[in-house]
């Protein structure tokens, strides 16, 4: 990596903690993504972004904070970007995937706080990641019980704007949630000083479906049988997704795709013949969680489709772009995110059909339901998701797991013993 040393001490980083960091996360890489076979070359990019994480994006936003830009960090998927990038403000995705963090989360947090939470908290209080730091305000929102209150906390330290997600699905929360995204439409327009105006809320809708276009793209090389990328490396790119510039993003996605096409005219694929095809559900994979990926493909097994926050609930379907009013623009914008199932809605059949579908989309051999420890959400579902895959016909495997190693020789054992149960 290039000496970013200069650019962290001046964020007010713990220099020394984050040399902890900067010296396990490249071994992790290189044993999970560098060992793979037969690559993408177009996969370059995405490792050079992930060995520069904490160098090469953060300069760019530090660079645009000091153009007058101002940075948004979010956590959600439920939080409109393009409401962001319309005010000429950049959002940037916080979720903290490391168990690194997760001590220092701790120390505010209950114990039997979700991974996830913990190590976004940990991030910040303990001044080891850049993203945390350059954020100017962070937009939170009000999913799980768990994230509220770790808002309350977070917001002693850096400006918080949280909004509330209303938890059903009725016409009335498709107002509320419009009445939501204008109330931050408003709060951007008065951190940034610049105007949301009709023509520029439709430019960022085009350029954040652009990037979901790019997904759905990437998403779809994957229902074929030959399959041309591994899951691991699907996963590094929606996570990439949450962070890296949105234009940017979108081209060197779709040229790796240029390249999956010619893969799968030629019947290139990056797993043996008959290799069995798991679909993921459940809770977000935030960077950098790559446990469950590298466990199943080292396993025998291929992950061709994950039903997550860092998958599909990310990508799927896109605001309508024919909208000629801010107001009418702020209404679609609702609609399309209203749109997402995330366990956090209650009723939550729509979360279940979702899962039934891409099971169908994607050849599926058998779905892998994974919940982050402590996360009741996700969890009490999984009964649900579950039953429901039984009745379908299609093998589940229900895994609980956090950031930490101490399971990994256990869950290989699970997973190993799902993948041959789908052999037979
Ligand atoms: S799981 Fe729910 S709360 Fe968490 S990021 Fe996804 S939509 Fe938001
Ligand atoms: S995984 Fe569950 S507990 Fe954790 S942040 Fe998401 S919804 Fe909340």
Request: hydrophobic share 35%; charged share 30%.
């Amino acid at each position: 990596m290039a000496d970013y040393r200069e650019m962290w001490k001046e964020l007010g980083m713990d220099l020394e903690t984050h040399d902890q960091l900067c010296e396990v996360l490249p071994m992790a890489f290189t044993d999970v993504y560098l060992s793979q076979k037969n690559r993408p070359e177009n996969m370059g990019y995405f490792d050079f972004v992930v060995s520069e994480i904490h160098g090469v994006r953060p300069a760019e936003l530090v660079q645009a904070q000091k153009d007058g830009k101002k940075v948004f960090g979010t956590f959600c998927v439920y939080v409109p970007d393009e409401v962001i990038f319309a005010a000429d403000g950049i959002a940037t995705g916080l979720c903290g995937g490391s168990q690194f963090w997760v001590p220092g989360g701790e120390k505010v947090l209950p114990t039997n706080t979700c991974p996830l939470i913990k190590a976004s908290v940990g991030a910040r209080l303990d001044s080891t990641c850049p993203f945390f730091k350059i954020a100017d305000m962070y937009i939170g929102e009000t999913t799980c019980d768990g994230k509220k209150k770790a808002w309350e906390i977070l917001g002693e330290d850096v400006p918080m704007y949280v909004m509330d997600l209303p938890q059903m699905k009725r016409s009335k929360d498709y107002k509320a949630w419009a009445e939501e995204i204008t109330e931050l439409k408003n709060k951007v327009e008065d951190f940034t000083g610049n105007k949301v105006t009709a023509e520029k809320l439709a430019d960022s809708i085009k350029l954040i479906n652009n990037k979901r276009r790019a997904l759905d793209r990437l998403y779809s090389f994957r229902k074929n049988k030959n399959i041309p990328i591994s899951g691991k490396d699907c996963l590094l790119i929606s996570q990439i997704a949450f962070y890296d510039d949105p234009t940017r993003f979108a081209e060197m996605t779709n040229k790796l795709c240029d390249e999956l096409e010619k893969r799968v005219e030629e019947g290139v694929s990056v797993f043996p013949e008959g290799t069995k095809r798991i679909l993921l559900a459940g809770t977000p994979l935030a960077i950098p969680n790559w446990k469950m990926h590298n466990i199943i493909e080292t396993s025998g097994g291929a992950v061709v489709c994950e039903e997550m926050c860092t998958g599909t609930r990310y990508f799927e379907r896109l605001v309508d772009e024919t909208k000629d009013t801010v107001e009418e623009q702020i209404d679609a914008l609702a609609e399309r995110y209203m749109g997402i199932n995330c366990a956090c809605f209650t009723p939550n059949q729509g979360r279940i059909d979702d899962i039934l579908r891409l099971c169908k989309e994607y050849d599926i051999d058998g779905v892998i339901d994974i919940n982050l420890k402590f996360c009741n959400l996700y969890d009490t579902e999984g009964f649900l998701v579950e039953r429901a895959l039984k009745e379908a016909g299609i093998p589940v495997l229900g895994i609980e797991t956090d950031y930490t190693d101490s399971d990994v020789q256990q869950l290989r054992t699970r997973v190993g013993a799902f993948i041959e149960m789908l052999e037979r």
